[in-house]
């Protein structure tokens, strides 16, 4: 039985532990699934020697869990993986705090959107013209919508902002298994800039 308790706490530290690739995005969900395995035991009569011990460590996970809120980056994280995005807020957070979730991301998002919009200009206001070349694409989007897409964006400069946000929330994204996040995005970038200025 004590073994088995071990185990869960093993297998919430591999989820978010590698010397080669982004797990942050792993972070909330290991805590909350390790949180409910333990508070789950310490109700069964079989771990009854252990219930003082489960009891304590739960609450000292709890702290833990709070300090996630001291910082955007585990939400963003989960946000930002390309095949993830809001899978696990739609499937394990209530309504509210989901719009949470999404409230803090449009913001970020704008600003972030903004700044790389405003970027982008000048990077081209001091760029002779020149035939842009096309990028292999990872997003599985047909290229013909992301024209119309861009073509709305710039027509509207407003809402250009929230059409990409909303794009690439209902976007199915495919992340090679060679690939890391970070790396997904290296390219993903690339993308998105030549899509912008089509």
Known sequence: MFCSLLGHANKAQQAFSSACAPTLFNAIPAIELLHAAWNNHSKKLKY??????LNVASKKLNEYYEKTADSDAHIFAMLLHPTKKMSYFK???DQDLQDDVLTLAKKIFKERYNLLSN?????NEKQPPQKKQKTALLR????DSDKSDCDNALS???QSWIDEFQRYLNTTDILPDDMTE???WGVS????FYIKNL
């Open 119 to 123: 970027v982008a200009t000048r990077e």
């Open 156 to 158: 509207n400069p407003s």
């Open 140 to 143: 599985m989007h047909n290229s």
């Open 91 to 93: 499937k394990h957070w």
């Open 189 to 192: 970038h690339i993308n998105w």
């Open 182 to 184: 970070v790396e997904w």
């Open 48 to 53: 009854s020697p252990f219930h003082k011990a």
